[in-house]
């Protein structure tokens, strides 16, 4: 009983649509079984090739450059779509870094373009954002690491953690203070190809997204071409505050797929699953419970088709952002925790797919600026 939306329904449109067709097929067919194999050794590069095979990759790289030339919304359906994939619990954010590739297109020079748009529609160069760092996270300008200028080089030293991709990322996207003094108007943003001297990466283990490659990062002496800024320097709280509603917004929809999926897998196993002679779907207190998730499916899938509708007439603002950023992730986490309690003691066990999607959501309340972030942002806008 799935709440996704189909082509004839779909605020997307068409092609769009099709596009999510594409993803779930390629998550069924080459993600979901190396799931296990994904756990260990982490999402290979050979899977992003066959993404970008398979046209997964670079959606938003302009049509002159070889790309679809989407301005955004690709990014939130895959997102969706990778929710949706019980395999997303492990694979962690995969393709939904490719909105670094948004970055680039917006604000990339021509050399930059020419570069990296090849690689990044092949899946040969995978991408990653380094913004978190051990002494800052939702307090961005807090961040300590600084890229001084030296004759025609950049010379960065800092640490990156929590880094979606960072494990493995061929192209990093690493924020750093140029004039620290400036504070908000001094940080940067830098290109780093992986084997830069002076670099390292490193994967960590986390509670959630098993097989995310979720790296950290640092920087000892790293130099690269003053050509390596992305925009002007000291803009990159600038550029951040252009996709960051955009970003929030397929965070958001990455909930809406997993708390969709874990419904319809629930709704399958307490029709089969017997408990004292019944079924558990038998029990009013299941319908109930299941009607309450429906209810709140239901709910999300009107809200994510308003802010899709404001994207595509570029009204979509901040405010938009930060109140779909606190209801999504919360939703997501209460349905999984219902969904997880129906299934009892098989729920909590690593081998049931719901289990890992129940872990892999506690992050969403986090990542992309956790709740309390958003609220605070609110009040602040209430005093203004």
């Given at each position: 009983?799935?709440?996704?939306?189909?082509?004839?329904?779909?605020?997307?449109?068409?092609?769009?649509?099709?596009?999510?067709?594409?993803?779930?097929?390629?998550?069924?067919?080459?993600?979901?079984?190396?799931?296990?194999?994904?756990?260990?050794?982490?999402?290979?590069?050979?899977?992003?090739?066959?993404?970008?095979?398979a046209?997964l990759?670079?959606?938003?790289?302009?049509?002159?450059?070889?790309?679809?030339?989407?301005?955004?919304?690709?990014?939130?359906?895959?997102?969706?779509?990778?929710?949706?994939?019980?395999?997303?619990?492990?694979?962690?954010?995969?393709?939904?870094?490719?909105?670094?590739t948004?970055?680039?297109?917006?604000?990339?020079?021509?050399?930059?373009?020419?570069?990296?748009?090849?690689?990044?529609?092949?899946?040969?160069?995978?991408?990653?954002?380094?913004?978190?760092?051990?002494?800052?996270?939702?307090?961005?300008?807090?961040?300590?690491?600084?890229?001084?200028?030296?004759?025609?080089?950049?010379?960065?030293n800092?640490?990156?953690?929590?880094?979606?991709?960072?494990?493995?990322?061929?192209?990093?996207y690493?924020?750093?203070?140029?004039?620290?003094?400036?504070?908000?108007?001094?940080?940067?943003?830098?290109?780093?190809?992986?084997?830069?001297?002076?670099?390292?990466?490193?994967?960590?283990?986390?509670?959630?997204?098993?097989?995310?490659?979720?790296?950290?990062?640092?920087?000892?002496?790293?130099?690269?071409?003053?050509?390596?800024?992305?925009?002007?320097?000291?803009?990159?709280?600038?550029?951040?505050?252009?996709?960051?509603?955009?970003?929030r917004?397929?965070?958001?929809?990455?909930?809406?797929?997993?708390?969709?999926?874990?419904?319809?897998?629930?709704?399958?196993?307490?029709?089969?699953?017997?408990?004292?002679?019944?079924?558990?779907?038998?029990?009013?207190?299941?319908?109930?419970?299941?009607?309450?998730?429906?209810t709140?499916?239901?709910?999300?899938?009107?809200?994510?088709?308003?802010?899709?509708?404001?994207?595509?007439?570029?009204?979509?603002?901040?405010?938009?952002?930060?109140?779909?950023?606190i209801?999504?992730?919360?939703?997501?986490?209460?349905?999984?925790?219902?969904?997880?309690?129906?299934?009892?003691?098989?729920?909590?066990?690593?081998?049931?797919?719901?289990?890992?999607?129940?872990?892999?959501?506690?992050?969403?309340?986090?990542?992309?600026?956790?709740?309390?972030?958003?609220?605070?942002?609110?009040?602040?806008?209430?005093?203004?």
């Amino acid at each position: 009983m799935s709440l996704l939306t189909s082509a004839t329904e779909s605020v997307y449109g068409e092609d769009l649509e099709m596009f999510r067709d594409t993803l779930r097929a390629f998550y069924r067919r080459e993600v979901e079984p190396n799931v296990k194999n994904f756990e260990v050794d982490g999402v290979g590069h050979d899977i992003w090739r066959k993404a970008g095979a398979a046209g997964l990759l670079g959606t938003c790289v302009p049509e002159e450059y070889g790309g679809a030339g989407d301005k955004g919304l690709s990014i939130v359906i895959g997102a969706e779509e990778l929710g949706y994939s019980p395999a997303g619990a492990s694979a962690g954010a995969f393709l939904g870094t490719d909105i670094c590739t948004l970055f680039l297109a917006s604000h990339g020079t021509e050399e930059q373009k020419q570069r990296w748009f090849p690689t990044i529609i092949s899946g040969d160069t995978v991408q990653c954002m380094g913004m978190t760092e051990p002494e800052s996270g939702s307090d961005a300008v807090a961040i300590r690491t600084t890229a001084v200028r030296d004759g025609g080089d950049y010379v960065i030293n800092g640490s990156k953690c929590f880094i979606s991709n960072g494990a493995k990322a061929d192209l990093l996207y690493i924020i750093a203070k140029t004039d620290p003094a400036a504070r908000a108007k001094g940080m940067s943003i830098i290109l780093v190809p992986t084997g830069t001297p002076g670099l390292t990466q490193r994967r960590m283990k986390t509670m959630g997204y098993a097989g995310g490659d979720t790296g950290e990062i640092f920087l000892d002496n790293v130099r690269v071409p003053t050509a390596n800024l992305l925009g002007p320097e000291g803009g990159a709280l600038r550029i951040f505050q252009t996709q960051m509603a955009l970003d929030r917004m397929q965070v958001c929809s990455r909930s809406l797929g997993a708390a969709n999926q874990a419904f319809e897998m629930t709704l399958e196993y307490v029709r089969n699953r017997k408990i004292f002679g019944q079924r558990i779907i038998d029990f009013q207190n299941t319908q109930f419970k299941l009607a309450e998730i429906e209810t709140d499916l239901a709910i999300g899938r009107a809200y994510m088709d308003d802010l899709v509708r404001k994207y595509q007439k570029g009204t979509f603002d901040d405010r938009d952002g930060w109140r779909a950023k606190i209801w999504f992730p919360e939703m997501e986490f209460r349905t999984l925790d219902t969904c997880v309690q129906l299934w009892g003691g098989n729920g909590w066990m690593d081998s049931n797919p719901i289990s890992r999607m129940f872990t892999a959501a506690r992050v969403q309340r986090i990542y992309a600026g956790a709740t309390e972030l958003q609220k605070s942002l609110m009040g602040r806008a209430y005093i203004k």
